[in-house]
């Protein structure tokens, strides 16, 4: 079992930055794969950023540039550094694990990009 919790959204302005964070408890050791997805109002969950154990990443086109996921392993914890914040990164941002084949997601963390 692995346990995840975001923090770091909240309301910011276009062009604007915010980090979010996931840290992660449980059978983190199993954990072979994180990563950041987006779900906007009536839009599908939609993957932001990913990162494996071997550091290999892969982003969304829509991101690319603007996003960074990075981790702190000693602290079992991802990050997603935003920048360039759009209108369109309004979304629920939500943290997931590939732990042994089993996803595990988090609550997720609201990001309203609004001026």
């Known amino acids: 079992q692995v346990h995840l919790v975001e923090s770091g959204g909240g309301l910011v302005q276009p062009g604007g930055s915010l980090r979010l964070s996931c840290a992660a408890s449980?059978?983190?050791?199993?954990?072979?794969?994180m990563g950041w997805y987006r779900q906007a109002p009536g839009k599908q969950r939609e993957l932001v950023a990913r990162?494996?154990?071997?550091?290999?990443?892969v982003y969304a086109d829509s991101v690319k540039g603007r996003f960074t996921i990075s981790r702190d392993n000693a602290k079992n914890t991802v990050y997603l550094q935003m920048n360039s914040l759009k209108h369109e990164d309004t979304a629920v941002y939500y943290c997931?694990?590939?732990?042994?084949?089993?996803?595990?997601w988090g609550q997720g963390t609201q990001v309203t990009v609004s001026s």
């Open positions: 990162i494996t154990s071997g550091d290999n990443m």
């Open positions: 997931n694990a590939l732990v042994v084949g089993e996803i595990y």
């Open positions: 449980g059978s983190i050791f199993s954990i072979s794969r």
